[in-house]
Each structure stands twice: as structure tokens, then as C-alpha cells.
């Protein structure tokens, strides 16, 4: 496996897929079709996995931070010989600008190396290792060009300095002095429909400046002004990078089956969309972006759920909507640290989660003014979602947590059925009729009594995670959130100072007790619950601290371990950057004055 921990990544994307670079300038993990299609590099996942890498041949130390306003990766080596600058990106297509980026991007990973003093040896290693590590292809030259075909892909590996190739592999061993720059490209293309991939030979300075400047104008068309600017400003561009462009869909993260705990066997593959974030991904995109985006993404949800009957609304989808994502071992890597099984794909897509109806209906209200006049087809579908929340809302489920053991009657899937048919009700006439108007009524009201008497647990002096249990649950955080109680309702604010004492660790929240590690998304909750308590101070300390947490370079994984693990998880986790942009508007729009004039502004919307 490689040296590199889980927090050690630098996240690369181009509106279809991502890359991780690691601290040691290796590429470890490129799945260059699409987020959730196979891997060319894997070696994030076992050494076998293949990976492609540019660094110092001597001991280095090492500095790194993205261009200004961009997912473009800058890193300075540093030895005694002197330091250098590799530049890494994942181009858009040429010209593309603003909402454009990333519809057509060409599969080109790009990297230059630049001299900033002395002279410094360096060694290219070229290692791909097609579909998850299970093919290796032989390495045929043409001209300045390495080329490996496996199956139905091909990799070109083009260098401004002589490559070596063995029968599997390529490498190279150059020296770059002060003010000297090197290229290398890597473009991904069909074995049967390769077009112009392998034609001419990429500009890369010329890419690499046109992708820098695709990034910069998309977030030109965005202004947030409240607190932690800067912060909101760049973890909108890393949902941005997790967006699949085609469809507007935001994929739950990166990678797969990056471990909850090192050594365990909860490891899951989150390259797919899931609805059960997906009122807080609109939440997110509205006060970080404009609604171009969130538009976008709740169009690819109505297209993605269909016409929707009593059976249960699919929790996650793959990036163009589909259902089927049947789960199975890879049996060609051992896992990160050793941590097995590695998995494609995610049972969960089966489960029941009563909570998704609600995230379709909140965010769905989020948008209503985008939604007028509302299209036929998305009238029937949240008709369809509220009469389904109102049908089966007594029905136990698999919760938040996604549970593989057994169904239980979770309050955050309750709270959510009661978001989906007050939301429902607010709508009024543009959905339903006077009747279903007063049926949905009344089965939000009798949840919100059930949820009142059923979900608190005098003996705990908490609302518990789920009907008749004792165990404290990070999931009912969602309540304030969600408006279904004030944070400072004296049950409310009990849960929530119990919480805060018994499930956090050095400032960082775990799920439930005996959880393995701290969750990013649920301390974020807890600074805003505080926040909406009107606990200012401690929520701005709370805030700072697990913001405090991300890698030098603003990622957030799933999960850390304050034990010594440190980040721990699939990374960039899409849910944490949403708990941050979300977090960072409560602090805002709770702060002592109230919202500041023009906190939020949009040069394609009106201020919120």
C-alpha cells in the first residue's frame, strides 16, 4: 500500500471524474471514465493497484495549496538541492466557462514540473493497472508516446523528457535546474472509438491555464458574503468537483472502500448519489451558489425517481440515475492498510429509507420559486412522495446510518416522512387538492405526537435514535435543522447538550457510543444546533475546531480518529463540505444583528 494516509490527498476533478494525489506527488487513484466507473490507478487501495508519480529522487520536504480559486494542485518539493513545482490538473474541455465546465471534459490528467532553485533529480514512474488492478497491459512506443491498451481503455503517457519503457511499465529519471519546465499528460480514451485521443501531442501550460480559468469563472457566478467566505467559497468548489456535469448529479464521494476504522470491514463504495443528503446538497448550493446548480440537480432527481408507487423510493443512484448497483468484492486488492472487503458498488440501494421523501419535498420547497410555473411531471412526483410518507410512515426502516442488521422505527426517517408532508401542505393547491391537502395534514400532526411521545426517553433525558431504544444517536441533531423543534426546546436542548457530553470526543461527534471514530457531518450539526439555540460563542468555537480538522488542503474525509488515525473514510466526503457551507450559514444567519445586507448574492439570482 501506498505511504500515503487518507488525509495525505489532494483532490483533482473534472466534472465526470476525480483523482487523489498523494503529499509524495503520486496519482493513486484515477477512474478515468466516469466517478464510479473502474480504476487505471489504485494503489490508494493496495500496491497492485497501479499509480503514477513525479517526485525528488532525494529526501524532500514538502508544501502544497491549490491556485487561487481553482481544484488546480500545486506542491514545492523542497531537498537540499533545491525545489521544485509540480502543477497537477484534470483538464475541462478548451474554452469552457461557467456552468459549461466539465459537460465534455476529454480524460486528460495533466502535470508540469517547474524549477524554483538549484537542481533537482526527479523520477516519473508510469504504473497503470486497468479495471481495479486486474489487468496489466503491455506498453507499446509510438514516437514521443507510451501507450497502454487494456480492454476498453487506453492510456497515452506523453513527456517532454525521454521515457523508458519496460514490457508493463514506464519511467523516467531527469534533472530540472531553476527556471526549467517539464510536461507530462496522460489521456484516457476508448480502445474502439479512440477519435482524436491519441492524436496530437496536449499544450499542457495551455490546458492547465484554460482549466485554471474554467474553474475561476464558475466561481465568478457565485458571491456568498456572510461568515467564513473564504471557507464556503472553496467547499463549494470541491462539491462542484464532485458533481457529475452531465447530469448535475453530486456524487457522496470519491472513492471506495476507505475504512471507517483501520483493520474493519465497514467499508463501502460512495461514488454514487444519494437522496438522503440531498436536501442538504440544496441547502448547501443555495447559499454557496445560484440556483443554476441546484435546479440542475433537483431536475436530475425527479428524472432519476419516476413515477413513484408504494414501493420504496431508491435511497442513491448511480450519476445518470441508474438503480441497479448491485454490490460485489474485488478480490484483485487487499484494501487500505489491509482493511477488506473492497467493494463496487452498494447494497444499500435496496434499503428502505423513509427520510429521502422529505429530502425530495425540502428541497423541492427550496426551489419553489424556480418551480413556477411547476412542470407536470414533478407535481405528480412529490403528490407521489407526500402520499407515500403518509402511507408508510408507521413502517420501520433502515435509518440514516444505513443499518444491515435490522429495520427499526429511526426518528430522523420519522422527522423525515413529517418534512415531507408539511412541506407537502405549504405547497398547497400547486400539488394536491382540498383533500389530500387535510390527509396530509393530519398524518404530519399524528407523526409529529408519535416522534413527541415515543422517540424521548425520560431515563436517558434525551431523544433516543429510534422508537423504545436507549442509545444515544447523533441523528436526532437533524431535528432542529430540519425545523421540526426549536434547538432551545427544553427536550430539544437537553438532547442536545447530551449529546455534545457523552457522544464527543476533543470537540468531534460520533454517531452513537462505541461508534469507531468522530463524524465530520454530525459535529458540523452540533455547531449548528448551538448556533440555532442561540448559543453563538460556543457554536463559533465548535465550528472553528472541526473546520480546523480538514487536510492542509480543506478536504474532509468521512470520519476522524482524534486517537492518532486521523482522517478515516471515503475522501473528499461530499456530506462533510455540505456540513460546512451549511454550518457557516447558521453561524451567519444567527449571529447577534441578525443576516448581514447581501450575504448572499448570485450574479445569475436575486439575494436570499
Given at each position: 500500500?501506498?505511504?500515503?494516509?487518507?488525509?495525505?490527498?489532494?483532490?483533482?476533478?473534472?466534472?465526470?471524474?476525480?483523482?487523489?494525489?498523494?503529499?509524495?506527488?503520486?496519482?493513486?487513484?484515477?477512474?478515468?471514465?466516469?466517478?464510479?466507473?473502474?480504476?487505471?490507478?489504485?494503489?490508494?487501495?493496495?500496491?497492485?493497484?497501479?499509480?503514477?508519480?513525479?517526485?525528488?529522487?532525494?529526501?524532500?520536504?514538502?508544501?502544497?495549496?491549490?491556485?487561487?480559486?481553482?481544484?488546480?494542485?500545486?506542491?514545492?518539493?523542497?531537498?537540499?538541492?533545491?525545489?521544485?513545482?509540480?502543477?497537477?490538473?484534470?483538464?475541462?474541455?478548451?474554452?469552457?466557462?461557467?456552468?459549461?465546465?466539465?459537460?465534455?471534459?476529454?480524460?486528460?490528467?495533466?502535470?508540469?514540473?517547474?524549477?524554483?532553485?538549484?537542481?533537482?533529480?526527479?523520477?516519473?514512474?508510469?504504473?497503470?493497472?486497468?479495471?481495479?488492478?486486474?489487468?496489466?497491459?503491455?506498453?507499446?512506443?509510438?514516437?514521443?508516446?507510451?501507450?497502454?491498451?487494456?480492454?476498453?481503455?487506453?492510456?497515452?503517457?506523453?513527456?517532454?523528457?525521454?521515457?523508458?519503457?519496460?514490457?508493463?511499465?514506464?519511467?523516467?529519471?531527469?534533472?530540472?535546474?531553476?527556471?526549467?519546465?517539464?510536461?507530462?499528460?496522460?489521456?484516457?480514451?476508448?480502445?474502439?472509438?479512440?477519435?482524436?485521443?491519441?492524436?496530437?501531442?496536449?499544450?499542457?501550460?495551455?490546458?492547465?491555464?484554460?482549466?485554471?480559468?474554467?474553474?475561476?469563472?464558475?466561481?465568478?457566478?457565485?458571491?456568498?458574503?456572510?461568515?467564513?467566505?473564504?471557507?464556503?467559497?472553496?467547499?463549494?468548489?470541491?462539491?462542484?468537483?464532485?458533481?457529475?456535469?452531465?447530469?448535475?448529479?453530486?456524487?457522496?464521494?470519491?472513492?471506495?472502500?476507505?475504512?471507517?476504522?483501520?483493520?474493519?470491514?465497514?467499508?463501502?463504495?460512495?461514488?454514487?448519489?444519494?437522496?438522503?443528503?440531498?436536501?442538504?446538497?440544496?441547502?448547501?448550493?443555495?447559499?454557496?451558489?445560484?440556483?443554476?446548480?441546484?435546479?440542475?440537480?433537483?431536475?436530475?432527481?425527479?428524472?432519476?425517481?419516476?413515477?413513484?408507487?408504494?414501493?420504496?423510493?431508491?435511497?442513491?443512484?448511480?450519476?445518470?440515475?441508474?438503480?441497479?448497483?448491485?454490490?460485489?468484492?474485488?478480490?484483485?486488492?487487499?484494501g487500505y492498510a489491509d482493511s477488506q472487503p473492497v467493494l463496487v458498488g452498494n447494497e444499500a440501494w435496496r434499503q428502505r429509507q423513509s427520510d429521502v421523501l422529505g429530502e425530495v419535498l425540502d428541497a423541492a420547497w427550496l426551489l419553489r420559486d424556480y418551480l413556477d410555473p411547476m412542470e407536470e411531471s414533478i407535481c405528480r412526483l412529490l403528490h407521489s412522495l407526500a402520499d407515500q410518507a403518509a402511507a408508510t410512515w408507521r413502517l420501520p426502516d433502515a435509518g440514516m446510518w444505513e443499518a444491515r442488521d435490522a429495520e427499526r422505527h429511526y426518528l430522523s426517517s420519522k422527522v423525515g416522512c413529517w418534512l415531507a408532508l408539511d412541506r407537502a401542505v405549504r405547497f398547497g393547491d400547486r400539488i394536491g387538492g382540498a383533500g389530500d391537502l387535510r390527509r396530509w395534514a393530519e398524518a404530519r400532526d399524528e407523526i409529529r405526537r408519535e416522534v413527541l411521545e415515543r422517540g424521548w426517553n425520560a431515563e436517558v433525558g434525551a431523544y433516543t435514535g429510534a422508537f423504545g431504544s436507549d442509545r444515544l444517536d447523533a441523528s436526532v441533531l437533524v431535528l432542529p435543522i430540519a425545523g421540526f423543534l426549536p434547538a432551545n426546546d427544553p427536550r430539544m436542548w437537553a438532547t442536545i447538550e447530551r449529546i455534545e457530553r457523552d457522544l464527543s470526543e476533543d470537540g468531534l461527534v460520533r454517531r452513537w457510543d462505541g461508534d469507531p471514530a468522530t463524524f465530520f457531518p454530525c459535529s458540523f450539526w452540533l455547531a449548528s444546533c448551538l448556533a440555532l439555540a442561540g448559543e453563538h460563542d460556543r457554536a463559533t468555537r465548535l465550528f472553528e475546531s472541526v473546520a480546523g480538522r480538514a487536510n492542509d488542503l480543506g478536504l474532509f474525509a468521512e470520519q476522524f480518529d482524534p486517537r492518532g488515525a486521523g482522517p478515516l473514510g471515503n475522501l473528499p466526503q461530499a456530506l462533510s463540505h455540505m456540513a460546512v457551507i451549511n454550518g457557516a450559514w447558521h453561524l451567519t444567519e444567527n449571529a447577534p444583528g441578525g443576516v448581514p445586507a447581501g450575504a448572499y448574492t448570485s450574479t445569475e439570482g436575486e439575494r436570499r
Open positions: 500500500m501506498t505511504g500515503n494516509r487518507i488525509g495525505d490527498y489532494g483532490f483533482l476533478a473534472d466534472g465526470r471524474t476525480g483523482a487523489l494525489v498523494g503529499r509524495d506527488g503520486s496519482v493513486d487513484w484515477w477512474c478515468p471514465t466516469r466517478f464510479d466507473g473502474p480504476s487505471v490507478f489504485a494503489r490508494l487501495l493496495d500496491d497492485r493497484g497501479g499509480h503514477w508519480s513525479i517526485r525528488p529522487d532525494r529526501d524532500f520536504s514538502v508544501e502544497r495549496a491549490y491556485l487561487d480559486d481553482t481544484l488546480v494542485l500545486r506542491t514545492v518539493f523542497h531537498t537540499d538541492e533545491g525545489s521544485v513545482a509540480v502543477t497537477d490538473a484534470l483538464a475541462f474541455e478548451p474554452g469552457a466557462r461557467g456552468h459549461q465546465i466539465g459537460r465534455r471534459s476529454p480524460g486528460l490528467l495533466l502535470r508540469t514540473v517547474e524549477g524554483l532553485s538549484g537542481s533537482v533529480p526527479l523520477t516519473m514512474s508510469f504504473v497503470p493497472r486497468f479495471e481495479y488492478g486486474r489487468v496489466t497491459a503491455y506498453l507499446t512506443v509510438e514516437g514521443q508516446r507510451v501507450i497502454a491498451t487494456a480492454g476498453a481503455s487506453a492510456l497515452t503517457l506523453t513527456a517532454t523528457v525521454p521515457v523508458h519503457r519496460s514490457h508493463i511499465d514506464a519511467s523516467a529519471r531527469f534533472t530540472v535546474v531553476a527556471g526549467q519546465r517539464e510536461c507530462f499528460a496522460v489521456a484516457h480514451s476508448p480502445t474502439y472509438d479512440a477519435g482524436d485521443a491519441q492524436g496530437a501531442e496536449p499544450d499542457v501550460p495551455t490546458a492547465l491555464a484554460d482549466t485554471a480559468e474554467g474553474w475561476r469563472s464558475w466561481l465568478a457566478h457565485h458571491d456568498y458574503q456572510g461568515r467564513y467566505r473564504d471557507l464556503v467559497r472553496h467547499n463549494s468548489l470541491v462539491l462542484q468537483g464532485l458533481t457529475y456535469a452531465p447530469s448535475g448529479a453530486v456524487i457522496a464521494a470519491l472513492t471506495t472502500s476507505l475504512p471507517e476504522q483501520i483493520g474493519g470491514d465497514r467499508n463501502y463504495d460512495y461514488r454514487y448519489a444519494w437522496l438522503r443528503d440531498f436536501s442538504l446538497t440544496m441547502r448547501a448550493l443555495w447559499v454557496a451558489a445560484c440556483p443554476d446548480e441546484a435546479s440542475r440537480l433537483f431536475d436530475w432527481v425527479a428524472k432519476s425517481v419516476g413515477r413513484v408507487t408504494m414501493e420504496p423510493v431508491p435511497i442513491m443512484y448511480g450519476p445518470e440515475g441508474e438503480r441497479d448497483l448491485s454490490e460485489h468484492a474485488l478480490e484483485t486488492l487487499g
